[in-house]
């Protein structure tokens, strides 16, 4: 494990981005495992600047999400589907074909999550997985429980989380759907690199219990202590 303190938002933003690009060089059609949420905008403003320039292409990348609101169609404003769109797809040379989000409106969400895992292993799995985290340490929509769930599965997300993504929903938790689908910890660990990004004084403390403190599925992170190619990337302030 590769712990790097970063100094404020935009150099955290830029580290996370250098070490994507290079996965993106150094294999052109790389499988990138991506997240959503504040944490990885910055990084994800950097590459399309890249790719402006000329120093990069996602032509031959494909991508697989973390996870996906139930309820949510594809152009809310708070769907995964859109936030990938608007804060990268749309503004680099990638195949939209090749970008990949859970459905969230599938009618039969046991039979989608089947579908993602079958998705994920026919591309060859994850080069690259990019991680945020959670305040009660979760990764993906993987909330804190008795045991590791490993496959794509419906999970009901905790008071915490709705408490957290509320913001997203002017503030409204009522608004914050119950249920998400999420990549589980199987397909996370399987991934030849992942990259976990985390900013601000209140993500120090469960990141202290994730990395120093036991493994334990009521951290779900700290499993990722047992990853072989493990990059954190951490700044405390903006």
Excluded at 29 to 34: A, F, R
Excluded at 141 to 165: G, M
Aim: charged share 20%; glycine share 6%.
């Amino acid at each position: 494990m590769d712990i790097i303190h970063a100094n404020g938002y935009e150099d955290m933003s830029r580290k996370a981005a250098n070490i994507i690009s290079a996965q993106i060089i150094l294999k052109n059609d790389s499988v990138l495992g991506l997240a959503t949420g504040d944490t990885p905008i910055g990084a994800y403003a950097q590459l399309i600047e890249w790719q402006r320039k000329g120093d990069l292409n996602f032509r031959c990348v494909r991508t697989i999400n973390l996870d996906e609101y139930c309820g949510l169609v594809t152009d809310h404003p708070q769907s995964y589907r859109r936030f990938m769109d608007e804060h990268l797809f749309n503004h680099v040379d990638i195949d939209l074909n090749d970008t990949h989000v859970p459905d969230g409106m599938a009618e039969d969400i046991d039979a989608e999550c089947c579908r993602y895992d079958a998705l994920i292993q026919s591309l060859g799995g994850i080069d690259l997985q990019v991680l945020g985290i959670g305040n009660n340490g979760h990764i993906g929509f993987n909330e804190p429980d008795e045991a590791y769930i490993l496959p794509t599965h419906k999970v009901r997300l905790s008071k915490n989380t709705r408490q957290a993504n509320a913001r997203f929903f002017d503030n409204d938790v009522s608004q914050v759907p119950q249920y998400a689908i999420t990549m589980g910890m199987k397909n996370i660990m399987q991934a030849k690199k992942i990259l976990l990004i985390a900013y601000g004084e209140q993500k120090m403390d469960v990141l202290h219990r994730a990395f120093h403190g036991p493994v334990t599925p009521l951290v779900p992170a700290s499993l990722l202590q047992l990853h072989a190619n493990l990059t954190v990337i951490q700044s405390k302030t903006k």
